[in-house]
């Protein structure tokens, strides 16, 4: 992995280091540089555009043979949509998991690349430079959606084609990818280790898939599960993308409820990061 200087960050950071009171600008501030550190990333990814590639073959999978199967054998009630349809959504929400959960990785690629200690010596608060990861997580994960979407309409998936959906699901994905890569983040600044957060983010990564409601309706799941259920942010991602994304789809939180949720949930993530951030350094 080549080492990203961080001098894109210069030209913002001269300007946020003046001293100037006003709320407004202190915002546009942070809005900058958290913009400046998913610029950062972006320029990681033109480095290596073959992740975007390997990263769709397993969602290709899973919707071109479980869902197919499931879709003919009839085994999980879904509704009035056709399974592919119930389906279709929750392997998109699964593919931004998957690349979300791993993001943490890169953080220690730039910890041993003395990288993060740049980035903590500039006058950049740290909330931005969590927040800039999260982002740039989010715009990598709407290549998923492309595939997920392209897939679905060779499958016959009675998508919704409207650009005020479409747009909703591209705001879900990033939010939702947003949220995860951060709490990868968080577990990235405690472990310290590629080997240590490898063996974590398989361990999260599909308890997390299977006790949500991706793959089956929450209704069929043991009461105890129906709990957890509730309490995974997977959940509301997946309802918010099916009811945008399918037509007939429907939203059983509704749609300001699975965002409110997420962004509750994102903002405390934002928080608990940037104060652990600091620990990469040691």
């Not at 280790?193 to 991706?214: C, D, H, K, W, Y």
């Not at 965002?259 to 350094?281: K, N």
Request: proline content about 5%.
């Amino acid at each position: 992995m080549k080492s990203i200087k961080p001098g894109v960050l210069q030209p913002v950071l001269a300007e946020s280091s003046a001293a100037r009171p006003d709320l407004i600008w202190r915002i546009k501030s942070m809005i900058r540089c958290t913009l400046a550190v998913a610029e950062m990333d972006f320029r990681k990814l033109r480095h290596d555009p073959m992740e975007l590639l390997t990263r769709a073959i397993q969602p290709a999978l899973w919707l071109l043979i479980f869902g197919q199967v499931f879709a003919r054998t009839r085994a999980i009630p879904s509704g009035n949509l056709p399974y592919l349809d119930f389906m279709s959504p929750g392997i998109l929400a699964q593919s931004v998991l998957f690349i979300a959960i791993f993001f943490g990785i890169s953080v220690i690629w730039e910890r041993d690349l003395g990288l993060v200690h740049k980035l903590l010596a500039t006058p950049a608060p740290r909330a931005t430079l969590v927040a800039g990861k999260g982002l740039a997580a989010g715009v990598r994960a709407l290549s998923q959606a492309l595939v997920i979407y392209v897939l679905a309409a060779l499958l016959g998936v009675g998508i919704n084609w409207n650009l005020a959906a479409m747009a909703g699901v591209a705001g879900t994905v990033i939010l939702g990818a947003a949220l995860f890569s951060t709490f990868s983040l968080i577990v990235a600044c405690i472990v310290k280790t590629r080997e240590r957060f490898m063996g974590i983010g398989q361990v999260i990564t599909m308890p997390l898939f299977f006790a949500s409601n991706a793959i089956y309706p929450i209704d069929m799941m043991p009461n105890w599960l129906k709990v957890v259920a509730h309490y995974n942010p997977l959940t509301y991602q997946v309802d918010a993308i099916r009811a945008l994304m399918i037509q007939g789809g429907v939203s059983m939180y509704g749609l300001i409820t699975d965002w409110l949720v997420m962004l509750v949930i994102l903002f405390a993530l934002v928080a608990i990061g940037a104060r652990l951030y600091g620990r990469l350094a040691t």
